[in-house]
C-alpha cells in the first residue's frame, strides 16, 4: 500500500493521508530540539489538513473512489479503499476545522506544559486517526482509524500521566472503547466470510436490493453498534466519557467535538441503508434514548465544569442516535455537525475560564467571572443558547427536528425519553452558565483571576470565529441536510412540539435562573431532605454505572475467572508436572526394595515376572 | 556452505571460546559478524528460491545401506524461519552487549546457531530430530548459568519437559521410517496412504510440537524458563524456539499429513482457542511482570495453532505471519521486562509505577510493542490478529468469531501492566533508581520498533513469503 499512496493523483486526499502522522513525528522531533516549534509544526499542519478537506469540499464533483492494494495471502484480498463524498466531507471539514482551533486555542492553554512535543504530536495522530475513518470504504480501513482515536485518545487522556487519576481514566477509556471495538473486528470477519464484502457502500447497496441474510445484518449490525456504544459514550459503557476528563481540557474539547465520539454517529450513518434494513434501529433508538434520559438527567446535578458538559455531550450524542434511529438520517447527521460545533465551543471556553481560574474546575468556587473575562462569557453563552435549543441558534433547528421525528415515528419510549433529555439541556447549561459567571466570586482565596488577566486573543480568536459559525450555521441547516442526504427531505411535523418545547424551556430557565440566582438557601434546603439526597447521589454517580462495571471486571472477571484460572494452572497442570519428581523417586524405592540379596525374594520375582509375560503373551494370541 | 553455516558453529565455538578467554570483549564482535553473515545469506537464500517448492542445496553425509543422509532442502517456509532466526540472533547479540563471562555466553550463542538452522534446513527426519535436540544443549546452560534466582530449576524443567516430549515425536519418526522407508519427508508429502497408523503417528508428533509451542496444557515449563532466563535468552526462546514447535505443527502435520490433520482439526482448534484464553487470563492476574509477558507470549501461540489448524491456504499464512509478528512483538516486551528487573531489583508491577518520567524512550517502546501485542492497527499484532480471526471464521463458520475476545484480554492485561508501571506517579523504589541502557540495548529495541510498525503497515513482503510457502495447498 505505502509504495501506491504516491499513485493517488488527488492532491487534497494525499495530505489528509499522510500530513498527521508525517506532522505529528515532526511536532515531537522538532519539538523535542525547541519547544516552541511542536506548536508550529502543529499549526501548519492542522491548516494544511482543513485547506485540504475544503479543497476537497470545492472540487467535489463526483465521490473519489480509489483501491489500493494492500495485503493479498492465499486467496483473500483486503485492498485499502478510499472513498469520499458529501457525507465524508462533511466529517471532514468537523474534524479538521475544529481541530485546527483547537491547536490554535492551545497555543497559549498548553503554553507553560513542557511536555508540548507529546501533546501535539498525539492530537495530529489523534485527528489523523478521525480522517482515516471517514475516508475510507472498507471496514477494515474505518477500523484501523477507528482503533488509532483510540490509542490517542488513551495517550492524549491519561497525557499527564504522573497523576493517579488520569493515568486511571486514560485506561478505563482505552479498556471501556476495546470492549466495543472487538466486536466490529469480529463483524469484519462475519461480513467478510458470509456477506462476501467489508465495503460500506456496497453493504448499503446489498442491502437495498435484499440480497443480504437478515440475520447476518442484525447481528454484524448490532456488533458494530457495540463498537459505536463503546466510542460515542452510550449506555453501558459511558463513565469512559466523564473520567476522559482528566486530560487537558483542549482535549476534552477535541475528543467531544472534533472526532472520536462522532465516530460512532458515522459508522451508523455511513451504514444507514444497512441499518435501516434490519430492526437494529429500533435497538439503536432505544439504547440512544435510554442514553439521553441517564446523560442528561446526571447533568444536571454534577459540579465540575467539565463533567457537567461531558454529561450533555453523551445526551446530545444520544439525541443524534435517536435521530438515526428512529429512521431520520437527515436529523441525525444535522444534530452532529451542529453539537460539534457548539460542544467545541464550549470545551474551549470553559477552558478559558479554567485557564483564567488556575485551573479550578468546581463550578460552585467559581462565580462572577462575568466582570473579568466578558468575552469568554458571550462566546460561552451563545455556545450554551445554541445546546439548549433556543432558536435561532442551530442547536433548536436540529434537536426539534430529531424529536420531532421521534414523536412521528411512534415508540412512545423513544420519544418521551428524548424530549425529557432535550428539555433538561436548558436546564444544566443555563446552572452551568449562571454559576460560574454571575454571583459573586465564591471561595475567594482559592481563584485569584488577576494574574492571568483576560483571555487572550489566541483563545478569543477561536472561540469567537466557532461562537459566530454556531449562529451562522442555522441559516444553512437545510443545506447541510440536502449535502448530505442528496435528496429533499420532508420535515417531520408535530403540531404542538415547537410551542411545547418553547414554553418548557422558558419554564425550566425560568426556575433554574430563580433557584440559582436568587434562591440559594431555598435550593439548599430542598436539596438537604433524605429523599433528594439519594436521587442526586444516583444522578451524581452516573446512575452507578461506572461502578458496577468496576465490581463485574474486579470481583468477577479478575478475582473469578482469572483467579480460578491461575488456581487451576498452579495447583492442577504444575501440580502434576512437578509430581513426576516425587513419583520417580517412589518408583524407585518400591523397586530397590527387590535387590535384597536374598534367593528366595529374586524367586518370586521371578515367577511373577514369567506369570505376567505368559498372561501376556496368551492375551495377545488368545484374545483371553 | 550449508555444512559450514551447520556444523561450523557447533566446533568452532569451542575454538572462539579458547581464543578469546582472555579477551571476553571481542566475543561479541565475533558473534555479531557471524550472525550478520547468516542473515545475509538468508537472504540470499531467499533470492534464489524457486517460485513453488524446494530447493535442493545438497546432499551429505550418506549412508546408502540405509538410504540415509543429510539432506539439505529448503522452501520458503524454511527460509522465512532462517531470516527471522538470524535477525533475532543478531538483535540478541546487541540486547546482551553487556552480559557477564561473554566468551562463554557468545560461545553458547554461536553453537546454538549451528543447529538452529539445521533444524531449519534439513529435510530428514532424523537429522532433524537431532538438530532438534541440540538445540537445547547450549539453551540449558545460557538458560542455567545466565538466570535468575531459580535457574536451575527453570533449566532442568525446560530440558527435560521438552526432552521427553521429543521422545514422543521420536517415536512418531521411526514408525514413519519403519512404515514407508522413507527419511526424506519433502518427499512423503502428499503420500499419506503409504502410513499404516496414521492417527498414532500425529498424535505422537502433535504431543512433541504441541509441548514445545506450547499449548494448553502442556505450557507450564514456559513461563518458569522464559521468567528466569536472561532476557535476551527469553527472545530466542519466544522468538525461535517456539517457533520451532510452529514450524515442526506445519511441516510435520499439515504438510505431510494433511488428511489426517484434517480429521483432528476440531481438536486443534479448540487446543488453540482454550491456549488464547486460558493464558490471556492467567496473564491478566499476573502481578509479576515478566511472567505477564510469558503469558502472553503462550496466548499468542495459540492463535498461530488455531491458524494452522484451518489446513488452508490462508490461514498458514496467517500463521506465518502471526509467527513473525510474535517474535518481534513480544521480544521487546521480555527485554524491557528483564530490564526493568535488573534496575529496580523487583518483578513486581504494583511496586513499580511511574517509570515512564524516569525512562521515556524504554517506556514508549514497551507501550509500543504492548500495543501490538493487543492488536493495535498500524502494528503487526492487529495483521495477524484480523488475518487469523478471518481465516478462521472461514474454515469453521460463525462461532470462531470469539477468538476476537483475546484482543480484548490482551487489551486488559497490557494496559493494565501500562497503567501499574509505567504510568501513575513515581514509586520510592523507582524514585530511587537510576535507569540508564546501553546503546546497543536502545539501537535493538529501536529496531523492534521500527519493524513492528513497519510490517504492520506494510505486511505484505511477510505474505509473499507465505504465499511462496503455502501455494501448494491450493485456494478453495
Known sequence: ?624 | MELLVIFGPIFFSFFVYFIFRNSPETTKYVALGWFVVLFFLSLNWYHQLPPEGYMVLGKYLSVPQFGFELTIKMDALSVAMLILTSALLVLVVLTSWEEKEQHIYMSLLIMFSGPIFGVFMTTNILWFFIFWELTLVPMLFLVGYWGAEERIYAAIKFFLYTHVFAMFMFVAFFMIFRQTGVWDFSDLAGKENLFKTPFLIWWLMFLGFAAKLPVFPFHTWLPDAHVQAPSSISVLLAGVLLKMGAYGLIRFTVELMPETTKHFAMVMLIIGIITTLFAGFLAIYERHIKKMVAYSSISHMGMVVVAISTVTYDGLSASLYEMIGHALVISPLFLIAGWLHHKTHTWYMDEMGGIMKKAPFVSAIFILAGMAALGLPGTMGFIGELTITISAVKAYGWWVAIVAVAGLISAGYIIWAVRRAIHGPMSPLVERTTFTMSFPEKLALAIYAILIVYFGVNPQPIFNLANQAFAFLGGN
Open chain 1, 1 to 624: 500500500m505505502i509504495y501506491e499512496i504516491g499513485s493517488i493523483g488527488n492532491i487534497g486526499v494525499k495530505t489528509l493521508l499522510i500530513a498527521p502522522y508525517l506532522g505529528s513525528v515532526l511536532a515531537y522531533i522538532l519539538g523535542k530540539a525547541k519547544r516552541e516549534l511542536a506548536f508550529w509544526v502543529a499549526e501548519i499542519v492542522g491548516a494544511l489538513l482543513f485547506l485540504a478537506s475544503i479543497y476537497l469540499f470545492i472540487s467535489f464533483e463526483k465521490p473519489i473512489d480509489i483501491t489500493l492494494n494492500w495485503i493479498n495471502y492465499g486467496d483473500i484480498h483486503l485492498p485499502f479503499r478510499i472513498y469520499i463524498d458529501h457525507l465524508s466531507i462533511v466529517m471532514l471539514l468537523i474534524a479538521t476545522g475544529l481541530g485546527f482551533a483547537d491547536i490554535h486555542f492551545a497555543h497559549d492553554y498548553m503554553g507553560d506544559d513542557p511536555d508540548q512535543p507529546r501533546y501535539y504530536a498525539k492530537v495530529l495522530f489523534f485527528i489523523g486517526g478521525m480522517i482515516l475513518l471517514v475516508i475510507t470504504k472498507d471496514l477494515i480501513g474505518a477500523f484501523i482509524g477507528w482503533e488509532f482515536m483510540g490509542l490517542a485518545s488513551y495517550a492524549l487522556i491519561s497525557f499527564w500521566y504522573y497523576k493517579h487519576s488520569a493515568a486511571s481514566a486514560g485506561m478505563q477509556a482505552f479498556l471501556y472503547t476495546r470492549l466495543g471495538d472487538i466486536f466490529i473486528l469480529a463483524a469484519i470477519a462475519l461480513l467478510y466470510f458470509y456477506a462476501g464484502t467489508i465495503d460500506l457502500i456496497k453493504l448499503n447497496e446489498m442491502a437495498n436490493s435484499g440480497e443480504l441474510n437478515k440475520t447476518l445484518a442484525l447481528v454484524t449490525a448490532l456488533f458494530i453498534f457495540m463498537g459505536a456504544i463503546g466510542k460515542s459514550g452510550q449506555f453501558p459503557l459511558y463513565p469512559w466519557l466523564m473520567n476522559a476528563m482528566e486530560g487537558p481540557t483542549t482535549v476534552s474539547a477535541l475528543i467531544h467535538g472534533a472526532t472520536m465520539v462522532n465516530s460512532g454517529i458515522y459508522i451508523v450513518a455511513r451504514l444507514f441503508d444497512f441499518y435501516h434494513y434490519t430492526d437494529a434501529l429500533f435497538i439503536v433508538a432505544n439504547v440512544a434514548a435510554l442514553s439521553a434520559f441517564i446523560g442528561s438527567t446526571s447533568a444536571l446535578v454534577q459540579k465540575e465544569i467539565k463533567k457537567i458538559l461531558a454529561y450533555s455531550t453523551m445526551s446530545h450524542l444520544s439525541i443524534a442516535f435517536v435521530g438515526l434511529g428512529v429512521g431520520s438520517l437527515a436529523a441525525g447527521m444535522l444534530h452532529l455537525v451542529n453539537h460539534a460545533i457548539f460542544k467545541a465551543l464550549l470545551f474551549l471556553s470553559a477552558g478559558a475560564v479554567i485557564y483564567l481560574a488556575h485551573h479550578v474546575k468546581d463550578a460552585w468556587k467559581l462565580g462572577g467571572l462575568w466582570k473579568t473575562a466578558p468575552f469568554v462569557a458571550i462566546f460561552m453563552a451563545m455556545g450554551s443558547l445554541s445546546l439548549a435549543g433556543v432558536p435561532p441558534f442551530s442547536g433548536f433547528f436540529s434537536k426539534e427536528m430529531v424529536v420531532a421525528s421521534a414523536w412521528e415515528w411512534g415508540n412512545g419510549f423513544t420519544a418521551i425519553f428524548v424530549t425529557i433529555a432535550a428539555l433538561l439541556s436548558i436546564a444544566y447549561i443555563t446552572r452551568l452558565w449562571v454559576l460560574i459567571f454571575l454571583g459573586e466570586p465564591r471561595h475567594e482565596s482559592e481563584h485569584d483571576h488577576a494574574i492571568h488577566g483576560a483571555s487572550t486573543f489566541w483563545m478569543r480568536l477561536p472561540l469567537g470565529i466557532l461562537a459566530f459559525v454556531t449562529l451562522a450555521i442555522s441559516l444553512f441547516q437545510s443545506d447541510i441536510v440536502h449535502y448530505i442526504v442528496g435528496k429533499e427531505v420532508e420535515e417531520p411535523h408535530v403540531a404542538w412540539l415547537t410551542a411545547f418545547m418553547l414554553s418548557g424551556m422558558a419554564i425550566l430557565f425560568a426556575i433554574v435562573v430563580w433557584l440559582y440566582v436568587k434562591k440559594l438557601d431555598l435550593l439548599q434546603k430542598i436539596a438537604s431532605h433524605q429523599f433528594m439526597k439519594t436521587i442526586h447521589n444516583i444522578l451524581f454517580n452516573g446512575y452507578y454505572m461506572e461502578a458496577m462495571i468496576t465490581w463485574i471486571s474486579k470481583n468477577i472477571i479478575v478475582n473469578s475467572i482469572a483467579r480460578g484460572f491461575r488456581w487451576f494452572d498452579t495447583f492442577v497442570i504444575d501440580w502434576l508436572v512437578n509430581a513426576t519428581v516425587p513419583m520417580t523417586r517412589a518408583f524407585y524405592r518400591f523397586f530397590k526394595k527387590g535387590h535384597s540379596g536374598e534367593i528366595g525374594g529374586y524367586i518370586g520375582q521371578m515367577v511373577i515376572g514369567i506369570a505376567i509375560i505368559v498372561i501376556a503373551i496368551l492375551t495377545i494370541v488368545k484374545g483371553l
